[in-house]
């Protein structure tokens, strides 16, 4: 192990024992996610990928840019904004509400800021915690964009593997 779990996990944990990181839970995400819940799962995956890759990270502040990085604090559809427009623009309003209520480093503020990269073009990541950020984000994402279509897919198989087993039985029966 590259680096220290017990450091992130703690982090992690303070952080999401304050009442203004709870209230992600009031967003919702992609597919009946909330947004306190991909962040969570952002962030175990940004330290499962630091560990894969043997990135040397600074703990403490990968933890906080993964709990924050979608600190919007909107329900995007009473914004009206185009899912572009939002995933152009909510990196910066995450940063402004994470300062206010946190404050943050001009590394964090980066790291946050190039999380929808390459959509924010001219904000590429600049540092390992913020390239890890990016990736897991993504990975998170497309996990949850995907759920609907793993259950129907899975549901599908069920289907099939139970009507090969039912051929299966008539078969044998008009065997008999
Ligand atoms: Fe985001
Ligand atoms: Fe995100």
Known sequence: MVNDKELYYNELNRLLADPKVQRLREFPQHHGSNTLRHCI???KRSFELAEIFGWDIDEAELARCAILHDYYLYKIKETGLSAYRHGTS???VAIKNARKDFGLTEKEMSVIRSHMW???LLH???????????????DIAIKEFAAPEIKKAAGLARK?????AA?????NGDDL
């Open 160 to 164: 099939l593997r139970g009507k090969k």
């Open 124 to 138: 590429p990541p600049r540092s390992l915690e913020a390239a890890l950020l990016c990736l897991a984000d993504k």
């Open 118 to 120: 390459p959509l924010t």
């Open 90 to 92: 909510h990196p910066e």
């Open 41 to 43: 799962a952002v962030a």
């Open 167 to 171: 051929d299966g039985i008539s078969k």
